[in-house]
């Protein structure tokens, strides 16, 4: 297992305000943040970034709704990172989520669940340095 993850806080979660507390959060739950920027999706980016669901019927509406404002993109570290912060921002319908969970807490529906939390250890890598170069990971 590895000990880090990618996050991005997506752009409802930042619009209404909550990436302070979801960043505490995070770190109140042992998580402790490797890289860390805010920025923005552009149309493209967000393509390719979720190319893996580019088949899928919501694709485009997704592409839509993380280009559509800033995000805050986190890499994480702990033990068993992926799984950890899984269970901890909870299921990606905030209303099947568990009491307590970040997706819970400030999530609205299952496209504006406030976080993206990477689903694999190879995933992780891959999406953290979509978002970070060498140099900006500590």
Not at 3 to 22: D, H, L, Q, R, W
Not at 116 to 132: K, L, T
């Amino acid at each position: 297992m590895g000990n880090i993850t990618f996050t991005m806080i997506k752009p409802n979660a930042v619009k209404s305000g909550y990436t302070g507390e979801i960043i505490q959060r995070m770190v109140a739950g042992g998580f402790k943040v490797r890289a860390m920027k805010m920025t923005e999706l552009s149309v493209k980016d967000a393509q390719r970034f979720y190319a893996v669901h580019s088949e899928r019927s919501f694709f485009n509406e997704l592409v839509e709704f993380m280009s559509s404002g800033p995000i805050v993109a986190i890499m994480l570290e702990k033990e068993n990172a992926v799984e950890n912060f899984r269970k901890f921002i909870g299921a990606t319908d905030p209303a099947k989520a568990d009491e307590g969970t970040i997706r819970k807490l400030f999530g609205e529906n299952v496209q504006s669940n406030a976080v993206h939390g990477s689903d694999s250890d190879e995933n992780a890598v891959i999406e953290s340095n979509f978002f970070f170069s060498e140099r900006e990971k500590f």
